[in-house]
């Protein structure tokens, strides 16, 4: 659906009704910041941070980083003002919670043309029950405002009576299932948080895993954690150095008529080349971001 190259390695929560939080935000080194006006408000300070998170959107001063607004469901009682107020606000991207059907998403893009939401805001969808993950194609071909999947992998341990475990076997098909479906329709898709802050050796295998599985990054819940994510998702030079080898010898070789492309012994082909080329724009994505 949305074709970019966006670095999403690293995206951090942040507390919707604290003003202290979304200033210091502006100077952080993450990709994306999520301004959440869901779990992380209590019930009597919604109406209040929904006005404070939606004035600093439109405040600015958060440079390159997206900037995403996390509602409420629109069956909440704070739903309906919040998706009013985002789409007036103009983020980058707007966060459904709970997204469990094609027409849950569509009846929100319905709702953002009426409110006059830009073309650039798009939708993100937590996907946090065990029914989004039966019905996650479904979901990531809903529309085109659709840009993002997000984890929520907290809620879906508790949903499944499960435990949360050191190679989180028990949601490996949960994962999977919403992996294939983003990929399917060109979607980017973030893992779900690390709990532990005391754990950096657990955070840092927890990002390797995601970037094994196939995740383009991860929702943090603390700045300590952001330095490991965006380290573990951004190419390292090594890899940088072999795609560079690839795309050369892939195009020297076309050129002269060849059809098999070997580099250090390795077989190459096109979907090599393909990834390659992704490598590297990501990475000149990243320091387009930086600058």
């Given at each position: 659906m949305i074709a970019e190259t966006r670095p999403r390695r690293s995206v951090l929560y942040m507390p919707g009704?604290?003003?202290?939080?979304?200033?210091?935000?502006?100077?952080?080194?993450?990709?994306?910041?999520?301004?959440?006006?869901?779990?992380?408000?209590?019930?009597?300070?919604?109406?209040?941070?929904?006005?404070?998170?939606c004035d600093a959107v439109k405040d600015g001063g958060y440079g390159a980083r997206e900037v995403i607004i996390r509602i409420n469901s629109l069956?909440?009682?704070?739903?309906?003002?919040?998706?009013?107020?985002?789409?007036?606000?103009?983020?980058?991207?707007?966060?459904?919670?709970?997204?469990?059907?094609?027409?849950?998403?569509?009846?929100?893009?319905?709702?953002?043309?009426?409110?006059?939401?830009?073309?650039?805001?798009?939708?993100?969808?937590?996907?946090?029950?065990?029914?989004?993950?039966?019905?996650?194609?479904?979901?990531?071909?809903?529309?085109?405002?659709?840009?993002?999947?997000?984890?929520g992998t907290s809620d879906l341990v508790k949903d499944l009576h499960a435990h949360h475990t050191e190679m989180r076997l028990p949601v490996v098909t949960s994962l999977g299932l919403c992996l294939l479906a983003a990929r399917a329709e060109n979607i980017d898709i973030l893992d779900g948080v690390y709990l532990d802050l005391n754990d950096d050796d657990g955070f840092r295998a927890s990002c390797r895993q995601g970037l094994e599985f196939g995740f383009d990054g991860k929702t943090l819940i603390h700045p300590k954690q952001l330095d490991g994510a965006n380290e573990v998702f951004a190419?390292?030079?090594?890899?940088?150095?072999?795609?560079?080898?690839?795309?050369?010898?892939?195009?020297?070789?076309?050129?002269?008529?060849?059809?098999?492309?070997?580099?250090?012994?390795?077989?190459?082909?096109?979907?090599?080349?393909?990834?390659?080329?992704r490598l590297v724009a990501l990475s000149e994505a990243i320091k387009a971001m930086e600058a």
């Open positions: 009704s604290n003003p202290r939080a979304l200033e210091k935000a502006k100077t952080l080194a993450a990709d994306g910041l999520i301004l959440d006006l869901e779990d992380a408000v209590a019930v009597a300070a919604k109406p209040d941070a929904r006005a404070l998170v069956d909440s009682p704070w739903g309906r003002d919040d998706l009013k107020a985002a789409c007036d606000a103009a983020p980058d991207a707007i966060l459904l919670p709970k997204v469990e059907s094609a027409a849950m998403v569509q009846d929100v893009a319905r709702l953002m043309k009426e409110y006059g939401a830009p073309d650039k805001t798009r939708i993100w969808c937590m996907m946090e029950t065990p029914r989004a993950m039966l019905t996650a194609a479904e979901i990531a071909a809903s529309s085109d405002r659709l840009a993002c999947f997000v984890m190419p390292s030079p090594s890899d940088l150095e072999f795609a560079g080898r690839i795309i050369a010898a892939f195009a020297e070789a076309r050129a002269g008529g060849q059809g098999v492309v070997l580099v250090d012994g390795k077989l190459i082909e096109n979907l090599h080349v393909d990834n390659a080329r």
